[in-house]
Every structure is written in structure tokens, then in C-alpha cells.
């Protein structure tokens, strides 16, 4: 069983930095991918950033291309965005996911095995 962990959300002016933390727990935690996700009230949940486990390989929604950085840290099986610039729409509950078995690609939410509980980003204007 995998357990994440996301921490790092909170409340930030527009233009402003955060860095979101996701940890996993489990043995033998190997997964194709990990990804972040966010869901705004009275909206789907939709891709944010994805990251390939073993090769570093990235990908970006074209909402936050530019302004984002998805990392990974193996050891730590940890995996982090890095949000700058910041826009009010970026406001949502922030998940990671987990994706164990190789689908091709990381933006697939149906793919994802383990979710977060979510950690909440509000940007003010």
C-alpha cells in the first residue's frame, strides 16, 4: 500500500512563490510516474504537472508551462512543484498522484493508482 503526503500549500499574493511537497510511504515505492493535479470549486480535477520516476522525464499543462517546475528526489520519495508567478486561477486543492504501472503518459487521471489528501493554494489578487 502507498500512503502521499502533500504539504506546502497556504495562502499567497499574485506574483508570489510556493513549493508544494508530496511523500510517499511503502515498500518498494517504484512507480511509472508521479503528478500533480488541482481541482478549483465546481470543477474537474485536471492535470498540472507530471514527472517520470526513474528518468526525470516532465510534462506541463499549458496553464502553468513557464511558471512551474516539477522535481523528484528518489531517496527522499519525494516529489515537489515549484510555483512561481502566481495567478489568482492557480487557486484550487493541489493532489499528487501516483501512477505504478507504465500507461505512456502522465497527464491520464483514470491512470493515477494513489492520490494525496490534497493541500490548498489560495492566491489573492
Known amino acids: 500500500q502507498v500512503q502521499l503526503v502533500e504539504s506546502g500549500g497556504g495562502l499567497v499574493q499574485a506574483g508570489g512563490s510556493l513549493t508544494l511537497s508530496c511523500a510517499a510511504s511503502?515498500?518498494?515505492?517504484?512507480?511509472?510516474?508521479m503528478g500533480w493535479f488541482r481541482q478549483a470549486p465546481g470543477k474537474e480535477r485536471e492535470f498540472v504537472a507530471g514527472i517520470s520516476w526513474h528518468v526525470g522525464t516532465t510534462q506541463y499543462a499549458d496553464s502553468v508551462k513557464g511558471r512551474f517546475t516539477i522535481s523528484r528526489d528518489n531517496a527522499k520519495n519525494t516529489v515537489y512543484l515549484q510555483m512561481s508567478r502566481l495567478k489568482p486561477e492557480d487557486t484550487a486543492v493541489y493532489y499528487c498522484?501516483?501512477?505504478?504501472?507504465?500507461?505512456?503518459?502522465?497527464?491520464?487521471?483514470?491512470?493515477?493508482?494513489?492520490w494525496g489528501q490534497g493541500t490548498q493554494v489560495t492566491v489573492s489578487s
Open positions: 511503502g515498500r518498494s515505492f517504484s512507480p511509472y510516474a
Open positions: 498522484g501516483a501512477e505504478i504501472d507504465y500507461s505512456g503518459s502522465y497527464y491520464n487521471l483514470p491512470a493515477y493508482d494513489y
